[in-house]
């Protein structure tokens, strides 16, 4: 795209994704520690099936009169340090597998100001098979960063990737 600038840094954050009890699991379906933030607690009967640390950035492009938020571009990694898959707008998680699921946000908590909010989506709808397999719903949470810039662009259309 023309005229367009990327500034790219990564951090991490982390989801859990989660099926309805019976799917497969991967961890012992050990519930994340959402501290303040119980209004993100999955629905009764769903377990973890799968959890994924997410590198990358959220990405604003610049209307003239502020950052307008374009979506997410990441890199998905399981325990190991595996990559697993990638994240990007819809939002869609898709695996290395081909499997995706699409969500929405269904609730929100901001534990730090200075960072996006953890989020709880609902599955939308997902295909193929694979670790997104019957996934009804994601928990992101452990997010740093990826706030919209305190700085104007240096023109309309401008792209910026926060971490």
């Known amino acids: 795209m023309a005229g367009v600038i990327r500034r790219y840094v990564f951090k991490t954050s982390a989801l859990a994704l989660l099926a309805p009890v019976g799917a497969y ?17 999955a629905d009764e009967g769903s377990k973890v099936a799968f959890r994924a640390y997410a590198e990358g950035y959220q990405v604003y492009r610049w209307t003239g009169t502020g950052w307008a938020f374009v979506g997410p571009e990441a890199i998905l990694f399981d325990n190991d340090g595996e990559v697993v898959g990638i994240h990007y707008a819809g939002p869609t998680w898709e695996s290395l597998s081909g499997s995706k699921v699409r969500a929405v946000v269904s609730e929100r908590c901001t534990p730090d100001p200075d960072a996006i909010p953890w989020l709880l989506l609902d599955s939308v ?8 397999h019957r996934v009804t719903q994601i928990q992101r949470l452990y997010t740093w960063g990826g706030l919209a810039p305190d700085y104007p662009g240096e023109f309309v259309g401008e792209e910026v990737g926060v971490p």
Not at 25 to 41: F, I, K, M, Y
Not at 125 to 132: D, K, Y
Request: contains cysteine; proline residues 8%.
């Open 125 to 132: 709808g997902s295909e193929g098979p694979g670790i997104f």
């Open 25 to 41: 699991t991967s961890d012992g379906n050990r519930d994340p520690d959402l501290g303040e933030c119980q209004v993100l607690r």
